[in-house]
T-cell receptor, first 110, second 113 residues
Framework: GIQVEQSPPDLILQEGANSTLRCNFS?????LQWFHQNPWGQLINLFY???GTKQNGRLSATTVATERYSLLYISSSQTTDSGVYFC????????????FGQGTILTVHP | NAGVTQTPKFQVLKTGQSMTLQCAQD?????MSWYRQDPGMGLRLIHY???????DQGEVPNGYNVSRSTTEDFPLRLLSAAPSQTSVYFC????????????FGQGTRLTVV
């Protein structure tokens, strides 16, 4: 099956810093999503981005499908950005099945 | 628009007990699925369904049973709970033949003692 690797596994920032999270995948995909799991355990949809670039406030994401990676940028980080960030991909032949990476644990200190 | 609704949010079971985790969605999505999340292991697929009457196994199906009698509902049954099934369970839904995003419920934290 498809492999999804996220880096770094852990990231500690001071409030106001910028960061880049990376997601590599081993095969072609037709769906890629970024999620934020907040400290209460909820999975929040951040981006649906099978290709191209999207921005939502301080967050933006870029997927280069031909090179099999996606990047999530967080600018001017806030303590509320803390949590786990997951990348998940779906192949064209897999109906709705999402394969998740292991996640990046982000801690933002005030 | 409620999206994906899971119940209960928390549950404690004794070893050997059975229970059903409920999942309902109101987006008319064909695809529904159950994942479990364990520390350090991300989310792993348990079972999924591409429509009413159609279910299939995911990556970690042992000890779980599902059925899909309606488009809206996809319950997950634990037949005889074991401590290894202590986990957080998520239900998700999405379209099958249209490439759109998947949506997740709020999760059920299950402890088996």
């Amino acid at each position: 099956g498809i492999q999804v690797e996220q880096s770094p596994p852990d990231l500690i920032l001071q409030e106001g810093a910028n960061s880049t999270l990376r997601c590599n995948f081993s095969d072609s995909v037709n769906n890629l999503q970024w999620f934020h799991q907040n400290p209460w355990g909820q999975l929040i949809n951040l981006f649906y981005i099978p290709s191209g670039t999207k921005q939502n406030g301080r967050l933006s994401a870029t997927t280069v499908a031909t090179e099999r990676y996606s990047l999530l940028y967080i600018s001017s980080s806030q303590t509320t950005d803390s949590g786990v960030y997951f990348c998940a991909v779906r192949r064209g032949t897999s109906y709705g099945k999402l394969t998740f990476g292991q996640g990046t644990i982000l801690t933002v200190h005030p | 628009n409620a999206g994906v609704t899971q119940t209960p949010k928390f549950q404690v079971l004794k070893t050997g007990q059975s229970m059903t985790l409920q999942c309902a969605q109101d987006m008319n999505h064909e695809y529904m699925s159950w994942y479990r999340q364990d520390p350090g292991m991300g989310l792993r697929l348990i079972h999924y369904s591409v429509g009413a009457g159609i279910t299939d196994q995911g990556e970690v199906p042992n000890g779980y049973n599902v059925s899909r009698s309606t488009t809206e509902d996809f319950p997950l049954r634990l037949l005889s709970a074991a401590p290894s099934q202590t986990s957080v369970y998520f239900c998700a839904s999405s379209r099958v033949y249209v490439n759109t995003e998947a949506f997740f419920g709020q999760g059920t934290r299950l402890t088996v003692v």
